[in-house]
């Protein structure tokens, strides 16, 4: 383990984590409304242009957990750091925390996984097919795989899963498919690990509701990532 890499990882995570929370706030809007003008907390309005956006600190006073957004986007670039060590592929996934980051607090707050985040997801991934070229085909095999399946789970009545959810699993699983098919099974698996018990949880408490699902793909991509 190179301790100056956990280093660099740890400030890199910590300081693009740290203007996340305004974006996400702005952000955080039902399906097909525009981007927040004005704070949905305590309606200040906001700075039109990029000074509207570009912001260290909570967004607001209001805002919930900016301290554990900059602590998780650390982490989760430590973990990487550790696991991953002073590979190609360690960028590729530093720079991907970054929108992953962003679509877990809008999913949290919205239940919304915006399709442009999604997709720049995916094009952090883009260097992963000049690295390993070798695994080009499988990786869009997984993703395709995974599209058809988790369709079809969106499809059926009660299904309880968006079809920002498909995409995401589709993109995560294509980025998976690059470090092997244990990593695609395993980022199959741990999100409905993650996300079962807290969803029987909150059903025996009589608290049962929808659940956002894009927070533990990401968790469970992380996690096949860092155990691949
Ligand atoms: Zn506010």
Do not use: E
């Amino acid at each position: 383990m190179s301790v100056p890499l956990v280093i660099l990882a740890a400030v890199f995570g910590a300081s693009t984590a740290a203007f996340l929370p305004r974006v996400a706030h702005r952000l955080a809007v039902p399906f097909g409304d525009p981007a927040r003008s004005a704070c949905a907390l305590c309606g200040r309005s906001f700075a039109t242009g990029p000074g509207g956006w570009v912001r260290v600190g909570a967004s607001c006073s209001g805002f919930p957990a900016y301290g554990l957004t900059v602590l998780v986007g650390a982490s989760v670039s430590v973990l990487l750091a550790v696991t991953l060590g002073p590979s190609p592929q360690l960028p590729v996934h530093l720079l991907a925390v970054v929108p992953g980051l962003l679509l877990a607090l809008i999913d949290l707050r919205c239940l919304r996984l915006p399709d442009p985040l999604v997709a720049g997801l995916g094009v952090t991934a883009l260097p992963l097919a000049l690295l390993r070229p070798d695994r080009l085909v499988p990786a869009l095999l997984a993703g395709l795989v995974v599209f058809a399946a988790y369709l079809m789970i969106a499809l059926l009545p009660g299904g309880g899963l968006g079809l920002g959810d498909v995409k995401l699993a589709a993109v995560l699983a294509t980025i998976l498919g690059f470090a092997g098919w244990p990593a695609v099974v395993t980022g199959l698996v741990v999100p409905h690990l993650i996300n079962g018990p807290i969803a029987l949880a909150l059903l025996l408490r009589g608290r049962g509701r929808p659940l956002p699902f894009g927070p533990a793909l990401l968790a469970g991509a992380l996690i096949a990532v860092t155990t691949a």
